[in-house]
Nanobody, 118 residues
């Protein structure tokens, strides 16, 4: 039973935009609301890295490489988090994974592929 389901990946040209969404529909609200939602990515031959995260209180953190281009947000009423990616670059090409963590637990999505290429 999947806890996190990602959507929104695909092929985009450099300079374009994509929006990724992660939904934790099976998670009860009292568990989701205080949890931290994050997006990680893993490019071929590289280690998985944090892209952005948002805490239950709305505090955000971004990797330096995406600051000013990506925006993470969450909608507690829908138990979801969104990663808006603008001005995409070829080096953003990777599998993007949703992550949810709280006290004593952590969940990962299966990942969605983002390819930035002309």
């Amino acid at each position: 039973q999947e806890q996190l389901v990602e959507s929104g990946g695909g092929l985009v040209q450099p300079g374009g935009s994509l929006r990724l969404r992660c939904t934790a529909s099976r998670m009860i609200t009292s568990v989701f609301n205080p949890s931290t939602m994050a997006w990680y990515r893993q490019a071929p031959g590289k280690e998985r890295e944090l892209v952005a995260e948002i805490t239950g209180r709305g505090g955000t953190t971004y990797a330096d490489s995406v600051k000013g281009r990506f925006t993470i947000s969450r909608d507690n009423s829908r138990k979801s988090a969104t990663l808006q990616m603008n001005n995409l670059k070829p080096e953003d090409t990777a599998v993007y994974y949703c992550n949810n963590r709280g006290t004593g637990r952590e969940y990962w999505g299966k990942g969605t592929l983002v390819t930035v290429s002309s």
